[in-house]
């Protein structure tokens, strides 16, 4: 009797023993779980993983001579208008001033014809004028004074208008001798030469 009672006291202390273990383990395994689930999140995420290296070519930048700022191209210029020239009275050439691809203004001299044969028609008729002009006055006051009849003054008034138109058609026949430039340019072709005689309606330039 009393033999068996001390042997199930040493079987519920070791039963007790074990539960106890047990115990003592489950209770760790539930505060570990507790303490995980109360770490931030970030704390409890896995480490991220590292991009693999890249690879980097490296150039090396040589420097370049510089440029030309300017270049040279093959062109052919043409002019935007081309003017022809003429000689507007006949007669021979007696100078020309610019050389053929010359830049020239308008009103610049091209062509001087001769005007030996015209100056002295031009004496002639401006001497006529004045003469037919004294007439005119003269007859004028004579009508005035009743001492000659207004067909005398109207004959002087023929006159004088006659002489008048000669003298201005020589005068412009000796204008016209000196050919001018129309516009400004370039003088591409010079048709003519010095002592060369031209007609009127000749190109010229």
Known sequence: ?????????KTNNNWLRRNAIKAIIILAAIGILTAI??????????????????????MTVTAQPELAD???????VE?????????EVGGRIESIPPEEGSKIRA???LIKLNTDLILPDFESAKAQVDRDQIEFDRMTNLVKESATTQRDLDNATSQLAISK?????????????????????????????????????????
Do not use: C, H
């Open 107 to 109: 009103g610049d001299l």
């Open 70 to 76: 300017t270049f040279d191209l093959p062109a052919v």
């Open 1 to 9: 009797m009393g033999v068996q009672s001390t042997k199930n006291n």
């Open 37 to 58: 689930m109360k770490m931030p999140a970030k704390k409890r995420e896995a480490p991220a993983t590292e991009a693999p290296p890249v690879n980097v070519k490296v």
């Open 79 to 87: 002019p935007n208008r081309i003017v022809m020239v003429s000689a």
């Open 165 to 205: 138109a000669r003298f201005e058609g020589i005068r412009a026949r000796l204008e016209r001798a000196s050919i001018f430039a129309p516009t400004a340019g370039v003088l591409n072709d010079l048709l003519v030469e010095e002592g060369e005689y031209v007609d009127t309606g000749n190109p010229v330039a």
